[in-house]
């Protein structure tokens, strides 16, 4: 399987910078990991939409994976009871 590329929202810096450091790193790291596998355990599709997500700790990582081009595009970063309002 190919490597995807990540691509980040500005507005997930903005999100980042919220969270304390120690589970930023945790976050970025399970980022890392969509790279080779989008659709890895625990990946959810959201009903509705073209998003996906997945859970690390108490955070979502809210996701859109653009498969003709091989990029996921990170859309949004966030406390699980704030993650799903306005994407």
Same mark, same amino acid.
């Not at 970025?28 to 980022?31: C, D, G, S």
């Not at 809210?62 to 081009?69: D, G, Q, T």
């Not at 595009?73 to 970063?77: A, G, L, S």
């Given at each position: 399987?190919a =490597? $995807?590329k990540?691509t980040?929202?500005?507005s *997930?810096?903005?999100?980042l910078?919220? +969270?304390p #450091?120690q589970?930023v790193?945790r976050i970025?790291?399970?980022?890392d990991?969509?790279?080779e596998?989008?659709?890895?355990? @625990?990946?959810i599709k959201?009903s @509705?939409q073209?998003?996906y997500?997945v859970? !690390?700790?108490? $955070?979502r990582i +809210? $996701? %859109?994976? =653009? %498969? %003709? +081009?091989l *990029?996921i !595009?990170? *859309? =949004? *970063?966030g406390?699980?009871?704030?993650? $799903? =309002? #306005? #994407?």
């Open positions: 399987m =490597k $995807y990540i980040f929202k500005k *997930v810096a903005t999100d910078r919220s +969270i #450091n589970d790193s970025l790291n399970r980022i990991g969509l790279a596998d989008p659709l890895a355990d @625990g990946c959201l @509705g073209a998003l997500r859970r !690390q700790g108490i $955070y +809210i $996701y %859109e994976i =653009k %498969e %003709e +081009i *990029v !595009q990170i *859309v =949004k *970063v406390h699980r009871s704030s993650a $799903y =309002k #306005n #994407n």
